[in-house]
């Protein structure tokens, strides 16, 4: 592997670049990252995400187009599709628990366990029948125990494999940066037109598509804004004890920043 950067660096030196060089990249380094985005976490480990990787110019110059011209998407060699699977929990768990028995990655109990919870929790047909009878019935099986919320509609494992495939988009970015590679992260397209394009299936939706390539060195790569962190954190409980906390924490001036 290539990876060039400790993962604190990799992760600040990232930024959203919208510049990129010709320069093309290698293969197997487009494939090393790839194998690396593969790696990510997901819930029951249902891994719902699908790649489509686009070297090809002229598909790029079409995907462009549908991607509100963005020219990153020309400018870089590569774009890769991230596609969601809402469907994986069907069509890839059964083989997901297969290899992972048949591997001694997972033990018979947690896997009888898994498998009889992806169902009750994913399943909402035919026709939003089960879905149905799980509001009505959840709510009272949950009144003993507490128990996780499940899907009710098609809908809402649609959200769920886009944001597990964000996260396999994260880990692309973050690998990538740390190759020395820039990326582009971008939703602003027309996912319809994009699917049609590609012949993405009807059961997968794209919620990103990332350029990659090496950034134009002319290009000054100005720092992105973040609201501080103490704005953003709650310690224990939601309400934010925080401001309290941040005015301690700025009278002390500390360099070292505790968290409290
Ligand atoms: C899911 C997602 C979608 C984005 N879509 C676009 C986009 O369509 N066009 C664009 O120019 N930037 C897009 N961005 C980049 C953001 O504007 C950028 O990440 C943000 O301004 C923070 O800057 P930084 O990534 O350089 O730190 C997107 C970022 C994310 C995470």
Redesign the pocket.
Known sequence: MHTHLPTPEAIQQ?????RFSSQKVRDQLVYELLELSNRAPSGFNIQPWHFVLVRDQEIRGLIHHV??G?K?IIEAPITVVFAANQRAWKEEFPRIIKSSLTEGLMSKEYARYSAANVRAQFRTGPFGFYGFAKRITHPLRRLSKPLADPFYTADEVRSYSRAQT?IA??TF?IAASGAGLAT??????DERRLKKLLAIPSHFSV??IVSLGYPLETEE??????IPLLDKLSVDVFPNKLSRLKAQNESKNEPDKQLP
Do not use: C, K, N, T
Request: aromatic share 8%.
């Open positions: 990232r930024r959203a670049v919208r991607a509100l963005q990153q964000m988009a994260s970015m582009s992260p971008i939703e602003g397209f919620p990103v790569s100005l720092d992105s804004y973040r």
